[in-house]
């Protein structure tokens, strides 16, 4: 029988971690139908689930098969703090277990942060599920001087703890095995009992008086209960209770507030955190005189009022001169040398197998020589990632949010909102979708108008090369004035788009500064890993049929002959519409043209574009030659720089935006905005900046 | 036939399959560019093999 | 008047006697940890002086100071 466990735990519990550990490989990752929130699952490794009871003669091969699926399936929840009606994420996790009843929830516990995380333990275990604690992150703990009675803790809280350390995968089999226990034996946690006095009597009146509509409607009445005494709305619209019992229900409510000198809200989270004070103390002995944590005397320095804002720049400087400086590029030379032997070697043993020689020019001047130039970035690329990764894994990216809440609030965002921005240096679709943790819809959306400014990893592949033809020397000013150009342009579009569209203020910002915690490589190999096979996915894709096109329409003219010269074909006939629009840009060629509407589809293919249409290798002198001929002067690819920078993203962003803003209308009115806005500046670039002799 | 010639066809529909995909992708309103969906979120059920 | 957790310096502790606010934010501050009869210490602020952060339970929270200001504490 196929089982579903569900995976539950604060943020920055390590529940990441522990979901990769316990998937491996096999993970999918969707949306939770219906909200823009990101599900993730996988199947459950190293489970003996339905392996355990044959005895006898070995089964035969058909017999076998005929046996049930015994996978399971986990699931993991967003990471949530409480089970409020009030966000996404709280309400797509407590209505997954109420209603999808997954046969064990896997609650993952910060065991440096305990009262806080076992506040959401108590509530899941309300919820007649099998449930098993994961009490992560022990070797900090034993690091700190703490110990923790676990089972005292299991006890008191009854339900089963089990002492993992994700990271190092200690525990993990024995988690798997009482999960796989309490679902087999459907374990329900203990009743217990969080509330004294007033509290409790309120409490169990309440549940008394719903126990049968809750029954009707699947739910734990306990659960029920104490949703509608915290003032639960969807609670009471799912029981669809009468008026009489909502009136006595009131009644019952502001007696106790009046007892216990609190709103309803209040008086539940009190009486969990109590209960929890009384937990901990019995199960916890924390260190005598405990040292001032890593985090803390990190922070001192790198929180300091007057080195905060300093150091930061500094990371971001550092990040950006590895990737884009000497070592930087060094990597990516190589490795463009190696896809340039890996071309000619191709090219050689078409000639040598007399290949029809229209194949071997779609082949080699058309799809390697547009993949090649695309493939040439993937080092680049990585290495962004690498970097960002580290930085968010470690969570210096959280300390930078709270840096920048104050000046952000400024543009009339959120602290929040830097995040998703800075995913955004390496690609807008997933920091378009990063913009889901903005609380508030206005929030979203207004991150989301301003995340195609900073400017994505695939566009990186088109400074680099014509950083390279045009601007040898001044590599890393160049890299520096497009990024910081592009923040420029965010913050002006910030200042008017709060003006005008955007009114009113940011959502609140309330977070949890994690402990800095080493990267795992594990972790951030994985996400890596992930991001490269996307890489070369897209370019073995989308890339290689958009170079396919090019090659058809540059190759062919309207009526299917071949084309003699540029102007005579399907693409110089196209082109040539549009290209007079880029003329006061200072690019009014037909390639130019081309390339940049390649660059809807995916923005690497400006480049590939230009290759296939120069008829040149990649990174070639003569690729180098043919560009100067499309962009006649240092200021036109300046000029056209400037334009890449900052008009539409690509389809892929594009649809996402629209996506997670819910409305075709508003992102494709961002989305025209930006180009318009794009050939503004190109042009001002152009035009100014020709008045200055160059 | 010569063997380069269905060679090239072949990459000519390859080429041909994917933009079809593509925009039908793009319609559906899916990440449009994510092949495997690893990584972006959407709501990437139409994927290959669908595990 | 009493003193609110926006009032405190860094390094300085009080004991919350009552959460203000309303809504979904209020209870996500319940939710947090800060309820009444809670210790809090500021550990540090931002470099402009908002947002602040906030010790309790033994972690870290970051809270602006227009929301502290809603946070009351008890008299010491």
Known sequence: MQYVFALAGNQNSGKTTLFNRLTGSNQHVGNWPGVTVEQKTGTLLHHHHGKSAHVGPPMLR????????????????????????????????????????????????????????????????????????????????????????????????????????????????????????????????????????????????????????????????????TKLLEGDEKIERLLELDEGTLHIIGEIIARLEKQAGMERAAIMADARYTFLDGVIKKCVVKAQNAPESPSARIDRVLMHRALAFPIF?????????????????????????????????????????????????????????????????????????????????SGYMARAAFLMDKPMRKLGLNGRSFIPMIMGFGCTVPAVMGARSMQSQRDRRFTIMLTPFMSCGAKVPIYALFTRAFFPEQGVLVMCCLYLGGMLMAVISASVLKKTVFHGDAAPFIMELPAYRLPTLANVGRQLWDKAKDFLQRAFTIILA??????????????????????????????GFIAPVFRPLGFGSVSAATAVITGVIAKESVVSTLAVLSGTEVGSSQMMAALHGIFPSNLAAASFLTFVLLYMPCVAAFAAMRREMQGRGIALASVCCQTALAWLTALLVYQIGGLFVF | MNWSILLGVAVIAYAAWILVRHIRRSAKGDCAACPYCSGCGGDCKKHEGGK | MAKTLADLMPGEGGTVAYVGGEGALHRHILDMGLTPRTRVKVGKLAPMGDPMEILLRGYSLTLRKADAAEIILEEE
């Open chain 1, 313 to 393: 720049l500094l990371m971001m400087l550092l990040v950006f001169f590895i990737t884009f400086g000497p070592f930087g590029t060094w990597i990516a030379d190589g490795f463009a040398a190696l896809i340039k032997q890996g071309i000619s070697l191709i090219d050689r043993g078409l000639t040598a197998a007399n290949t029809a020689p229209w194949v071997q020019a779609l082949l080699v001047d058309g799809v390697l020589a547009g993949v090649g130039a695309v493939l040439e970035f993937l080092p680049t690329i990585v290495l962004l990632f690498l970097l960002l990764s580290i930085l968010e894994d």
């Open chain 1, 62 to 225: 058909r017999n076998r098969e005929a046996e049930e699926n015994n996978d399971v399936q986990l699931v993991d929840l967003p990471g949530i703090y409480s089970l409020s009606p009030y966000t996404m994420e709280e309400v797509v996790s407590r209505d997954f277990i109420t209603l999808q009843k997954p046969n064990a929830v896997i609650n993952i516990v910060d065991a440096t942060n305990l009262e806080r995380n076992l506040y959401l333990t108590l509530q899941l275990a309300e919820l007649e599920t099998p449930l098993v604690v994961a009490l992560n992150m022990m070797d900090e703990v034993n690091k700190q001087g703490d110990a923790i009675d676990v089972n005292s803790l299991s006890e008191a809280l009854g339900v089963p703890v089990v002492p993992i350390c994700a990271r190092n995968g200690d525990g993990l089999d024995e988690l798997v095995r009482q999960s796989m226990m309490a679902a087999e034996k459907h374990i329900l946690p203990g009743k217990l009992d969080i509330c004294s006095g007033d509290t409790h009597e309120a409490l169990h009146a309440i549940i008394h008086l719903i126990e049968d509509k809750a029954r009707a409607k699947g739910l734990s009445p306990r659960y029920a209960g």
């Open chain 1, 546 to 575: 958009a170079t396919v096109v090019v090659w058809f329409l540059q190759t062919y003219t309207f009526r299917l002959t071949l084309a003699d010269t540029m102007e005579e074909s399907m693409l110089g006939v196209i082109g």
